[in-house]
């Protein structure tokens, strides 16, 4: 999953959380402040004592907090990236017809934020293509975010200029499978083989719809905290980032129509 600088797991503050955490753990008789103004100098020296020695003789116990830490915070973000869908849930599964993939009348709208340089976006093609010529009934939008530089920026541009010409999917399968470095050029290349106009093609890219477009997809994937492409909303029920397999994909969307 190509990272994305909107959340980041920060080890050493968690670090830090541990250690007041396992302290509090040992006080049997009352529960100390926040401060630990409740324990004297002794005390709190004896504590220490207490978690370095525990930790010496068990280490996994540093692991084993860190992790139930670690999934706490992510069920954390899940609850509320999900209530932000729900919040915002016509906002999130409306697109424009060219971005839509599947059935429009689907039951389960599946979203899906991609980047097209991301190459683990570009693993997911084969696999939507496959779970949506066996399940006719998903609604599938695909919005783009370009958050791998210039290059995702010249593709996403391209892709969402290329839908005033109906040629947005076309285009985008053409370039997510494309094996050369990405210039106006090869767009060009690329576009032209798909009919499209490429002076109406450089028109359009640089469109105030096309700006307002990036924009709004970018302040949703901040809106669920995504930190990486592909991310993943199934209807209202639930937020997968990365590269799924079919099987993964399928147990959410049954969930999803639950």
Not at 56 to 73: C, E, F, G, M, Y
Not at 201 to 217: G, Y
Request: some cysteine.
């Amino acid at each position: 999953m190509s990272r994305f600088t909107l959340t980041r797991w920060i080890p050493g503050a968690c670090a830090l959380g541990l250690g007041v955490a396992l302290a509090a753990s040992l006080t049997l008789d009352r529960p100390a402040h926040a401060d630990g103004s409740e324990f004297t100098a002794a005390q709190r020296a004896q504590i220490v004592s207490i978690v370095r020695d525990a930790l010496k003789s068990d280490p996994s116990i540093l692991a084993d907090a860190i992790t139930s830490l670690r999934a706490q915070q992510e069920g954390n973000a899940q609850t509320k990236a999900l209530a932000y869908v729900r919040a915002n849930q016509l906002a999130v599964q409306s697109a424009d017809a060219q971005y839509i993939r599947g059935n429009p009348a689907g039951r389960v709208t599946v979203v899906e934020y991609l980047d097209p340089r991301c190459p683990y976006c570009r693993r997911m093609e084969p696999i939507v293509n496959d779970l949506l010529a066996r399940d006719h009934d998903v609604r599938f939008v695909q919005k783009l975010i370009p958050i791998l530089g210039q290059d995702s920026v010249l593709e996403t541009q391209a892709i969402m200029a290329a839908a005033r010409q109906g040629g947005a999917e076309h285009l985008r399968a053409a370039l997510m499978t494309d094996t050369q470095h990405p210039t106006i050029e090869r767009v060009h290349e690329l576009a032209r083989a798909q009919g499209l106009d490429t002076a109406r093609l450089d028109a359009d890219m640089k469109s105030p719809d096309v700006v307002k477009t990036i924009e709004t997809n970018m302040a949703q994937a901040q809106g669920i905290g995504l930190d990486g492409t592909p991310t993943f909303v199934f209807g209202t029920a639930g937020i997968a980032p990365g590269a799924l397999s079919r099987d993964d994909m399928e147990a959410e969307i049954a969930h999803a129509r639950t």
